[in-house]
C-alpha cells in the first residue's frame, strides 16, 4: 500500500481548480501543475488513489468485516448475551485508551505496521467463541481475547483513518469513504451469509461451531510491510497530539458524534435482534444489515460529493438527513421496544422466525438501523476529512475518533452485562444521537469551509533531513 507521507500532492478544490498541496514538507505553492506526474503502467495503477482505498477495505473486508458479522448476530451467536457483553466491554475499555494515542503510533511506526499490528487480534477473539462453544466455562478466555484486540485494533482503525481520508480530493472524500465502507462491510455480508446457510435450518438460539470455524480463515491477514517509518521522533508525535487539539480546538464538537456512534450497537445487536429472534432469523437480521450498510455509504457519500453546491450546504444537507433518520428509525423502534423486557423474553423463550407474521415489519426496522449506522459513520468520516488534509492530522482525529468511540461502546457493554432494562439502554442510544447531531450543527458553521487550505492548517513540516519542525 502506498504511503501518503512520501507522495507529493495534488488535489482538486470543491470548484474543480487544481492546487498544490505541496510535499510531506509543506512545500505547496498554491494552483501549479502536477509536481511530479504520476507513474504509468502496472505501478501507476497500484499508486492509484482508488486502488489504494480497494486495498484498504479489503484489509478491513477480512478482519473488521468478519467481527461485525460475528457481532451482529447478537450475544457472538450465544443464548446468553453476558459473555459477549463482557468481552466486549473489555475490548472497547482498551481500545479507548490505545486509541488516543495510536495516531502518534501510526505517525512513529508507518500506516503499514499499523495496519499489521492492528489486524492482528481478531482471528484470537473469532476463536474464543469457538473456544466457548466447545468449552462452555471459556468465558475468561473471552474476555481476554476481547481485550487483547482492543489493545490492537486501535492501530488498525487509525491508519485506516488517515489514510482513507488523505488519499482522495476535497470533492471525493463522500465517493472514497462510500467506497472503503461498501468493501469493508462486505467481510460483515460474508460472514452473515455463511452464518444464514450453517444456520438456516436451525430454530435454537446459538450457533453451530462450524460457523465460528468458517470465520476464521477469512480473519487471518497476512501484509508484507514495505514501507518503513517516517522517522518522526516519538516526542515529536506526542506533541504532534496536543498541536493537533491545539490548532484545531473545534474537533471537540465532534466528540458527542464519536462518543455515540457504537453505542447503538448494543441495543441493536444483543436487545434487539439477540432478544427477540431465533437463530436462523438473527442470521438473516444479520446479513441484511450488512448489505444495507454498503447502500447507506454509497448513498451518503455521493450526496456528500455533489460538487455543484457548495460544501458547506452539503455538510448541512448531511446533518439534515442523520436529523431524519435518527428520529424515524427510533419512533419506530420504540413501538416494538415498549413492548418487552428482560423477564417477558427470557433467553431459552421461543424467539420471532423467519416465518412467524412478526417478522417482517422488525426485519425492515432492522435494515433501517444498518442504514442509519452507515450514514452516521460516513458523515462522521467526511467531517473529519472537510477539517483536515494532513495525512499527519487525520490519524490523530481518527484515533480520537476511535478512542472516544470505544469509551462509549465499553460503557454500554458493560451495562448491558449488567442486565439494565432494554428501554434505558434504547433511551440513552436516541439522547446520545440527538446530542451528536445538536453539537454537530455549531461545528458544521463554524468549521466547514468550502475549501482547506493545507498549508494553514498542517500539524508540522518536515524539513530536508526528515525531522519534524513546529510552526505554530
Not at 99 to 121: H, T
Not at 297 to 307: C, E, N, P
Not at 405 to 410: F, K, L, N
Not at 432 to 458: C, K, Q, S, W
Amino acid at each position: 500500500m502506498a504511503d501518503p507521507y512520501e507522495k507529493s500532492y495534488q488535489h482538486k478544490n470543491d470548484s474543480g481548480d487544481d492546487y498544490d498541496f505541496g510535499t510531506a514538507s509543506g512545500s505547496g505553492t498554491g494552483p501549479s501543475e502536477l509536481v511530479e506526474s504520476r507513474p504509468g503502467g502496472l505501478r501507476g495503477f497500484y499508486y492509484h488513489p482508488t486502488t489504494q482505498v480497494v486495498l484498504l477495505g479489503f484489509v478491513c473486508f477480512m478482519c473488521p468485516g468478519a467481527f461485525n458479522s460475528l457481532n451482529g448476530l447478537g450475544a457472538g451467536g450465544q443464548i446468553d448475551n453476558t459473555t459477549s457483553a463482557n468481552a466486549n466491554s473489555a475490548l472497547y475499555g482498551t481500545f479507548a485508551g490505545a486509541a488516543f494515542f495510536s495516531g502518534s503510533i501510526n505517525n512513529v511506526i508507518g500506516p503499514k505496521r499499523s495496519l499489521l499490528f492492528g489486524s492482528m487480534g481478531y482471528a484470537l477473539y473469532i476463536g474464543s467463541y469457538l473456544a466457548m462453544n466447545v468449552h462452555r466455562n471459556a468465558g475468561p478466555f473471552v474476555v481476554a481475547a476481547g481485550a487483547i484486540l482492543g489493545a490492537l485494533a486501535g492501530l488498525l482503525w487509525t491508519a485506516q483513518g488517515s489514510l482513507m481520508l488523505a488519499y482522495p480530493t476535497e470533492d471525493q472524500k463522500g465517493k472514497y469513504i462510500g467506497i472503503f465502507w461498501s468493501i469493508f462491510n462486505l467481510g460483515g455480508v460474508v460472514g452473515a451469509a455463511i452464518s444464514l446457510g450453517n444456520n438456516f435450518h436451525s430454530t435454537t438460539n446459538s450457533v453451530s461451531n462450524g460457523t465460528y470455524v468458517n470465520w476464521l480463515p477469512r480473519t487471518v491477514h497476512y501484509w508484507s510491510p514495505d514501507t518503513a517509518a517516517d522517522g518522526r521522533p516519538k516526542q515529536d508525535e506526542i506533541w504532534g497530539l496536543y498541536i493537533a487539539l491545539r490548532t484545531d480546538p473545534l474537533v471537540v464538537l465532534l466528540f458527542p458524534m464519536f462518543f455515540a456512534s457504537n453505542w447503538f450497537y448494543t441495543w441493536q445487536f444483543n436487545e434487539y435482534n439477540a432478544a427477540l429472534f431465533n437463530i436462523r432469523a438473527r442470521s438473516l437480521n444479520n446479513l441484511l444489515y450488512w448489505m444495507s450498510q454498503i447502500i447507506g455509504s454509497i448513498s451518503i457519500g455521493i450526496l456528500l460529493d455533489q460538487h455543484q453546491f457548495r460544501r458547506r450546504v452539503r455538510a448541512f444537507a448531511g446533518w439534515g438527513i442523520l436529523v431524519f433518520g435518527v428520529f424515524a428509525v427510533h419512533i419506530w423502534a420504540y413501538f416494538y421496544q415498549r413492548n418487552y423486557t428482560h423477564e417477558s423474553i427470557p433467553p431459552d423463550s421461543e424467539k420471532i422466525d423467519i416465518y412467524d407474521s412478526a417478522y417482517v415489519g422488525h426485519m425492515l426496522l432492522y435494515i433501517c438501523c444498518g442504514l442509519l449506522d452507515s450514514m452516521w459513520q460516513t458523515t462522521a468520516y467526511w467531517m473529519m476529512g472537510a477539517m483536515s488534509n494532513d495525512p499527519a492530522k487525520l490519524a490523530y482525529f481518527a484515533g480520537f475518533y476511535k478512542s472516544i468511540q470505544s469509551a462509549g461502546a465499553a460503557g454500554v457493554w458493560r451495562a448491558d452485562a449488567m442486565k439494565l432494562p432494554y428501554m434505558n439502554i434504547f433511551i440513552s442510544t436516541w439522547a446520545l444521537l440527538v446530542a451528536g447531531l445538536v453539537f454537530l450543527l455549531p461545528m458544521i458553521h463554524l468549521r466547514v469551509n468550502d475549501h482547506t487550505d493545507y498549508e494553514d492548517e498542517m500539524v508540522a513540516h518536515m524539513d530536508d533531513l526528515g525531522e519534524l519542525r513546529h510552526d505554530r
